[in-house]
């Protein structure tokens, strides 16, 4: 029998991430989170995560460094950045972009490395 458990995650309510982002809906092998007017700044340190990110630009600017390479990203792109690439993002212009992780980024403290 298929599994028919339906969740449900209004985001007002979502717990946040050390780093800003809002936790969305979850299941057993992707989640979802949001960055919600990220404000420009200088770029954090590089990190690689042991997961594979695709992501969505609703509003604003940002650029996506990875592996030796940039990528403007602006409303409308959408992205993917391997399990273990090198990254960081520069944001431009006030930015808010939804993500989904798989496995999913905050089982086992995976956001935190």
């Known amino acids: 029998m298929s599994d028919t458990t339906v969740m449900k995650v209004n985001s007002a309510h979502s717990p946040k991430g050390q780093m800003g982002q ?5 299941g057993k ?5 949001l ?12 990190t690689a995560r042991e997961y594979e990110t ?9 650029e996506l460094h990875i592996e030796g ?12 950045v391997p ?4 990254h960081t993002y520069k944001i431009l212009e006030p ?11 905050q089982v086992h403290g995976r956001d935190d490395e």
């Open 95 to 105: 930015f808010t972009a939804v993500e989904a992780t798989s496995p999913p980024s």
């Open 69 to 80: 390479q940039m990528i403007l990203l602006e409303a409308g792109d959408s992205w993917m």
């Open 83 to 86: 399990k273990g690439s090198s």
């Open 29 to 33: 092998t992707v989640s979802m989170r």
């Open 22 to 26: 809002k936790y969305l809906a979850t």
């Open 54 to 62: 695709v992501g969505y630009v609703i509003k604003g600017k940002a």
């Open 35 to 46: 960055w919600e007017d990220e404000q420009p700044d200088e770029p954090k340190p590089a």
